[in-house]
């Protein structure tokens, strides 16, 4: 097939390729070409950017090795996602544990390859390679060498000429033909799984290279990636040709997503038997008999291809499931046995009880609640023959109930006053704070003396198990605070409370209390004092809770306000009367306050009303002398007002 030239592309390719052999000619398939391991062990993974090079010709450039996060993926048989675009299934249908996602649906000139070099077997007269893929398309329309690529390639090393029906190199066109429209994006359409098949008997003894090349559009705006997997059979046998122990039929398989499938008596291609995919005979042919299938590909989708079952007879393996148990339903229960041979495959049931059904030796979740039957299933994969063995786990399964008497959380000056109890009266306790043992505390009821995290562990006929875990908690109490402009205020003046209190939740409820008997629900209030002399606001604070603390302050109220200064003050750093400032009380608004010395110079000035004078001048300290202040404020009322007058400094 040559290369299609695609508009509107962005390349999704789904590659699946599996490897048969004639029975007679048994092989090995090396190591983690199927990706059963997991991972791309003897893979080499490429990746880099895509660009036009001198003379028009769409070029990768790999400028990183190894396997990439997101650009070379593993995609296990468990993946039950769809591709987005075509919808068919991500993970190849070939009955495959691994399949591998190279590239992503990002824009950026991205390139990814992958590559695997293998020698054919010097004694394969007949080595069948077949792949399957899927494509899905967005057409741009760039120019043909600006548009996504993929290209999918096996060669001859020796030679570097690439072989014949297997190698394929696409562009993006708009008429690819056997395309469908994609149903969720408008411009992109896609192909459904089909297999590419290729004979490489004549390459016995040589070596041959996989290679997978996914690419974005050089313009930074398409994308191109595919998925891969390869098949783990290389031994030469269709599936089902060999007669299990016991059996009297086979049922062959030839290979997945083919065309057409003509399976023939015997190899001289006389008389056709079945056109499935599937042949079941019943009775079984003799013990040698060699019946051949014709798989054709579709129309321009690599070369038809014949391959043979030779029937043989064949053992089960033997299924080890175990003895039938009790066991704590609590245990880290082990079912079957350790493998002792990597031919076989198992499979347990129910899956969804297992940690890791595929495992000859798998365990059991914790928490098995009621008496369940397990079955293995140990396949060979060779020759496909299975038996099966059951095992029945019946677990003990320990009363755990319990129940508190009592609240959870207290506030902080409360007394603890709850019960725990464990209601399983055929068990044994012992109570554990924060996962220590308390001393002595065995019975089935006990009572928390500070918080904590408290649980019981409950043996009951040989089993452990735990209670629900009660924590029991103090309260977060809020941190109370609040705050008055002035320690003096005014008679008949309205006075705010501005609440400062920090609290990490909410839905606090605030109660005031003043010295007047007057009494507040706002967060912060505006009160009108009355009374002359000593008074008090008290503020309640009450959590969600219920639990309560509480602030009171001081503060004293004048009737004759004003501006109030001392007539002296000593300022010799003994912290009594070190600074000079003004008594605001009754006014709104400090504007200014001055001091001047006997010449009218200024020698100190600030606008803040908490701010004093120390009795220094430029970092001097002045002699005693009497100085003259100046306080410019503004009243409730907003008017300016400014008072004047002398006072003494002493030293």
């Known amino acids: 097939m040559g290369t299609g030239v695609f508009y509107k592309f962005s390349l999704l390719l789904f590659l699946c390729t599996s490897f048969l052999l004639v029975r007679s000619q048994p092989v090995t398939c090396p190591p983690n070409i199927d990706f059963e391991f997991g991972d791309f062990n003897g893979w080499e993974c490429n990746a880099g950017t895509v660009s036009v090079a001198t003379g028009g010709i769409n070029v990768s450039q790999w400028n990183l090795s190894g396997q990439m996060d997101g650009r070379h993926t593993i995609i296990p048989a468990s993946n039950k996602e769809l591709d987005p675009y075509g919808l068919f299934p991500k993970s190849c249908p070939n009955g495959s544990g691994y399949s591998i996602q190279l590239g992503n649906d990002n824009n950026g000139s991205e390139s990814e390859g992958i590559s695997f070099t293998y020698l054919v077997p010097a004694n394969?007269?007949?080595?069948?390679?077949?792949?399957?893929?899927?494509?899905?398309?967005?057409?741009?329309?760039?120019?043909?060498?600006?548009?996504?690529?993929?290209?999918?390639?096996?060669?001859?090393?020796?030679?570097?000429?690439?072989?014949?029906?297997?190698?394929?190199?696409?562009?993006?066109?708009?008429?690819?033909?056997?395309?469908?429209?994609?149903?969720?994006?408008?411009?992109?359409?896609?192909?459904?799984?089909?297999?590419?098949?290729?004979?490489?008997?004549?390459?016995?003894?040589?070596?041959?290279?996989?290679?997978?090349?996914?690419?974005?559009?050089?313009?930074?705006?398409?994308?191109?990636?595919?998925?891969?997997?390869?098949?783990?059979?290389?031994?030469?046998?269709?599936?089902?040709?060999?007669?299990?122990?016991?059996?009297?039929?086979?049922?062959?398989?030839?290979?997945?997503?083919?065309?057409?499938?003509?399976?023939?008596?015997?190899?001289?291609?006389?008389?056709?038997?079945?056109?499935?995919?599937?042949?079941?005979?019943?009775?079984?042919?003799?013990?040698?008999s060699v019946i051949p299938v014709i798989i054709t590909p579709f129309p321009t989708f690599g070369c038809a291809d014949t391959l043979y079952a030779t029937i043989s007879g064949a053992p089960k393996p033997v299924s080890h499931a175990g003895a039938d148990r009790i066991v704590c339903s609590k245990d880290r229960t082990q079912l079957g046995k350790v493998s002792t041979s990597d031919d076989y495959l198992y499979t347990w049931t129910p899956a969804s009880a297992l940690n890791n059904p595929t495992l000859a030796n798998p365990f059991i979740q914790v928490n098995l609640t009621a008496p369940t039957q397990f079955i293995v299933k140990t396949i060979d994969k060779i020759t496909t023959c299975f038996s099966e063995d059951t095992v029945l786990i019946t677990p003990i399964v320990v009363d755990t109930s319990s129940a508190i008497v009592g609240k959870l959380e207290y506030c902080p000056e409360d007394i603890l006053n709850n019960q725990l109890t464990v209601l399983n009266t055929s068990s044994t306790v012992q109570w554990r704070l924060n996962n220590t043992v308390i001393p002595g505390a065995t019975g089935l009821s006990f009572s928390p003396a500070k918080a904590g995290s408290y649980w019981g562990e409950i043996k009951q006929n040989g089993c452990i198990d735990t209670t629900r875990i009660y924590n029991i908690e103090l309260s977060e109490m809020p941190k109370l605070n609040f705050s008055i402009n002035r320690p003096t205020q005014c008679l008949n003046v309205p006075v705010d409370f501005l609440n400062t209190t920090t609290y990490s939740g909410n839905g606090l409820i605030y109660n005031w209390v003043f010295g007047d008997g007057t009494v507040s629900n706002d967060m912060s209030p505006t009160k009108v004092l009355t009374s002359i002399g000593n008074n008090s606001a008290k503020l309640i604070v009450t959590t969600p809770q219920g639990c309560k603390d509480s602030l009171q302050k001081i503060f004293y109220v004048m009737n004759d306000c004003g501006v109030l200064m001392p007539s002296a003050f000593t300022p010799n750093r003994d912290g009594v009367n070190d600074i000079i400032r003004p008594n605001l009380s009754g006014v709104k608004a400090l504007k200014r306050f001055a001091v001047y010395n006997r010449n009218g110079q200024i020698v100190f000035t600030t606008t803040k009303e908490n701010e004093g004078w120390d009795g220094t001048y430029n970092g001097v300290n002045l002699e005693t002398a009497v100085f003259v202040w100046v306080v410019e404020y503004t009243t409730s009322d907003d008017k300016s007002h400014l008072q004047k007058g002398i006072f003494t400094l002493i030293r």
């Open 124 to 288: 394969a007269t007949k080595f069948s390679l077949i792949y399957h893929y899927a494509i899905v398309l967005q057409n741009p329309g760039h120019a043909a060498e600006e548009q996504p690529r993929f290209r999918a390639k096996i060669f001859d090393v020796l030679t570097n000429q690439e072989i014949n029906c297997v190698s394929f190199d696409f562009t993006a066109s708009s008429n690819l033909p056997g395309f469908l429209p994609s149903p969720t994006l408008d411009q992109v359409v896609y192909k459904d799984w089909t297999p590419i098949t290729v004979d490489l008997g004549a390459y016995a003894g040589r070596e041959v290279r996989l290679e997978f090349i996914s690419s974005d559009c050089t313009r930074n705006g398409h994308f191109g990636y595919a998925y891969v997997d390869v098949g783990s059979s290389c031994n030469g046998a269709i599936a089902g040709s060999y007669q299990c122990a016991g059996d009297n039929f086979v049922n062959l398989n030839a290979p997945y997503g083919f065309q057409s499938y003509s399976w023939y008596s015997d190899n001289t291609f006389s008389q056709v038997i079945g056109t499935s995919q599937s042949l079941l005979l019943d009775p079984t042919p003799p013990s040698g």
